[in-house]
Nanobody
Framework: QVRLVESGGGLVQPGVSLRLSCAAS????????MGWYRQAPGKQRELVAF???????NYADSVKGRFTISRDNAKSTVYLQMNSLKPEDTAVYYC?????????WGQGTQVTVSS
């Protein structure tokens, strides 16, 4: 069992930066592939960024060059550094942990980008 708790969301103006954190409970965080997903009102949940247990990363085209995913296995935490935020980045951001047939989600954190 893995419990994921996201934090760091908020209301920001376009162009600024925000860092999301996802703290995981449970053992052996390092074996989990971790992802950040987002869901805007009226839209499907989509992958934003992904980092494997080995540290390989992948990004949605819409955030490449602006967002960076990283993990600190010692702190059992995954981060999403979001720079140059745009109004279209507004969504609830969810943390995901996956390993073999197991899959866990956090409760989500709201990010609103508006002037």
């Amino acid at each position: 069992q893995v419990r994921l708790v996201e934090s760091g969301g908020g209301l920001v103006q376009p162009g600024v930066s925000l860092r999301l954190s996802c703290a995981a409970s449970g053992r052996m965080f390092s074996i989990w592939d971790m992802g950040w997903y987002r869901q805007a009102p009226g839209k499907q949940r989509e992958l934003v960024a992904f980092i494997t247990s080995g540290g390989n990363t992948n990004y949605a085209d819409s955030v490449k060059g602006r967002f960076t995913i990283s993990r600190d296995n010692a702190k059992s935490t995954v981060y999403l550094q979001m720079n140059s935020l745009k109004p279209e980045d507004t969504a609830v951001y969810y943390c995901n942990a996956a390993h073999q047939f197991q899959n866990y989600w956090g409760q989500g954190t709201q990010v609103t980008v508006s002037s």
